[in-house]
């Protein structure tokens, strides 16, 4: 298939070299303990949230292209839904596995409070590389998960959005196979099934950069609380897809030069700043940074060495180490990705001084936007970018303020604030509704 069709291609061996030894749910489970005792959360409200609600494991067959017959593994994890509908993306990815994807629907709950959503948390994926198989193959894949999900999904129950390997197609896909399984009479008021829809069926203008444009809003921020100029400043890009694209591309217009980007395929270095537009039209056309012309090879060991301003990771979880925190020189690491910094690294992070704007704050810009595309198939609205972008804006500015506040009044870092603040308001929730029965 076109590489152009999947924004997010599989990292490779280099980019996961130290998944193995990694638990990605356990490390968000620490976190949740410890935003607890910080925020003094009743201990059966942590119990209540240290397993998802709903685990599904579905095994269903694809007929490919030779005729042959393959079984695909699927999972759709529902963390929590007090708030509102399950939501979270769908992740295509050979690395895709449960205890992963019940790590990311966690910190879909944990988003969904911070931002003030009426939704809950979820996340789902395949276990496959989404690049080894035709486009027709892909949308087999697609629709067959689609309708072996069943009834787990629905607009006002759980609503699937773009992840790693996903994108508009693929939400396009899963709308009309969704649609084709109620009656003729429901499939005008079920589009908002999934989220990250293309425009012309039933998406939001301003969903594509939305992750992107919450971490600028953010960075943005952060900036103004520190007296930093951001005209003239640097930074360096991990991961170049549709988050870490967007982020350089909207802050290269505030002036920031991005001097170093990587992605699964390598690492370029240009002192005098990429062209963000057209290294972002080299990888929509190639599917990575491969080939493209404006920078130097370099490798990953000098790509974090090399010294910015500013670092967004923006590629998977477990980048950022030991040896690469110690690597880095930096003012800022703003996280596109979610658990791009392990716990050690992240430690010594914070011992060198390097703040850090945590995944549940700074790229919960995509879920923000989603609940805007929600509400407009709800009914039968259609913003404008401008009224998008200008919500999304109060919205994330609002949360880092609160974030930045309690961080200082608890004396507890930003990542932990955040836990701490979404925690608090689903508390107050379980505390009036009580449990059933």
């Known amino acids: 298939m076109a590489a152009s069709?999947?924004?997010?291609?599989?990292?490779?061996?280099?980019?996961?070299?130290?998944?193995?030894?990694?638990?990605?749910?356990?490390?968000?489970?620490?976190?949740?303990?410890?935003?607890?005792?910080v925020a003094k959360i009743e201990p059966y409200v942590s119990t209540i949230l240290s397993q998802p609600k709903n685990e599904l494991i579905i095994n269903f067959p694809v007929r490919m292209d030779s005729g042959e017959v393959r079984l695909f593994k699927g999972y759709r994890v529902q963390h929590n839904n007090l708030l509102g509908?399950?939501?979270?993306?769908?992740?295509?990815?050979?690395?895709?596995s449960l205890d992963d994807v019940k790590a990311l629907a966690a910190m879909m709950t944990w988003k969904s409070s911070l931002m003030r959503l009426p939704f809950g948390g979820g996340k789902g994926g395949i276990k496959f590389d989404p690049h080894s198989v035709s486009r027709s193959e892909l949308q087999r894949v697609t629709r067959r998960f689609t309708h072996a999900l069943g009834e787990n999904i629905g607009p006002e129950y759980d609503i699937p959005a773009p992840d790693v390997g996903t994108n508009s197609q693929t939400m396009a896909w899963m709308m009309d196979t969704y649609s084709n399984m109620v009656g003729s009479a429901q499939k005008q008021s079920v589009r908002g099934v999934v989220t990250g829809k293309p425009v012309a069926s039933g998406g939001t203008l301003g969903r594509t950069k939305a992750t992107g444009q919450g971490v600028v809003f953010c960075i943005l921020e952060w900036a103004k609380e520190r007296g930093f100029t951001l005209e003239?400043?640097?930074?360096?890009?991990?991961?170049?897809?549709?988050?870490?694209?967007?982020?350089?591309?909207?802050l290269s217009k505030l002036g920031v030069s991005t001097i170093a980007v990587g992605d699964h395929t390598g690492y370029l270095y240009n002192p005098e700043g990429f062209n963000a537009h057209k290294l972002q039209d080299h990888v929509a056309a190639h599917g990575s940074i491969a080939g493209y012309p404006g920078g130097k090879p370099i490798t990953r060991e000098e790509f974090f060495a090399t010294k910015a301003d500013i670092f967004a990771p923006c590629a998977l979880e477990n980048q950022i180490g030991e040896s690469e925190a110690k690597s880095l020189d930096?003012?800022?690491v703003a996280e596109g990705a979610n658990g791009p910094c392990n716990p050690a690294g992240e430690r010594i992070l914070l011992d060198k001084g390097i703040e850090i704007l945590p995944d549940v704050l700074a790229n919960s810009g995509g879920?923000?936007?989603s609940y805007y595309e929600w509400v407009q198939n709800k009914r039968s609205e259609a913003w404008t970018e401008e009224e998008v972008d200008a919500r999304l804006e109060v919205g994330m500015k609002r949360a880092y303020r609160e974030v930045s506040d309690f961080a200082r009044q608890k004396k507890c870092d930003m990542r932990v604030a955040a836990y701490a603040i979404a925690l608090q308001r689903i508390e107050a929730v379980y505390r009036e509704r009580e449990i059933f029965p």
């Open 330 to 332: 930096v003012k800022l």
């Open 5 to 37: 069709t999947i924004p997010n291609p599989p990292p490779s061996k280099q980019l996961l070299a130290t998944a193995k030894e990694y638990d990605f749910y356990k490390v968000v489970q620490d976190y949740l303990e410890r935003a607890a005792k």
């Open 367 to 369: 879920v923000t936007v």
């Open 232 to 250: 003239g400043s640097t930074m360096s890009v991990q991961g170049f897809g549709n988050v870490g694209s967007h982020t350089a591309v909207i």
């Open 85 to 96: 509908p399950f939501k979270g993306g769908i992740r295509f990815h050979p690395q895709v």
